[in-house]
């Protein structure tokens, strides 16, 4: 099991796996996980899913979405939109 891994971003720090809240705009609507766990790399902030994860948000998400999208966020972009939705749940 691979524990850390050189960033693919930054060529620099090391992505580890941590546990965070894994937020992301997905569609129109917001996608908020608890307690995800998340390759975080010490030196530039990038984020990836490791593909247990990401398989298994694939499997509660709508396939059809690029789920490339998912693991390259971009720390530097702090655009967020927040939208009114009707509460789920
Ligand atoms: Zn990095």
């Known amino acids: 099991m691979i524990e850390s891994f050189e960033c693919p971003h930054c060529m620099v720090g090391r992505c580890r796996l941590t546990h965070q809240t894994f937020t992301c705009l997905y569609g129109n609507r917001i996608f908020c996980a608890p307690n995800t766990e ?3 790399c010490d030196m530039c902030g ?4 490791p ?3 990401l398989s298994l948000y694939d499997n509660l998400l709508k396939p ?3 789920v490339a999208s998912l693991i390259s966020s971009k720390p530097a972009d702090n655009k ?3 939208k009114k939705s009707s509460r789920v749940g």
Do not use: M
């Open 38 to 40: 998340i390759y975080s």
């Open 46 to 49: 990038y984020q990836e899913l």
């Open 51 to 53: 593909h247990r994860v």
């Open 64 to 66: 059809s979405h690029d």
């Open 80 to 82: 967020t939109h927040f």
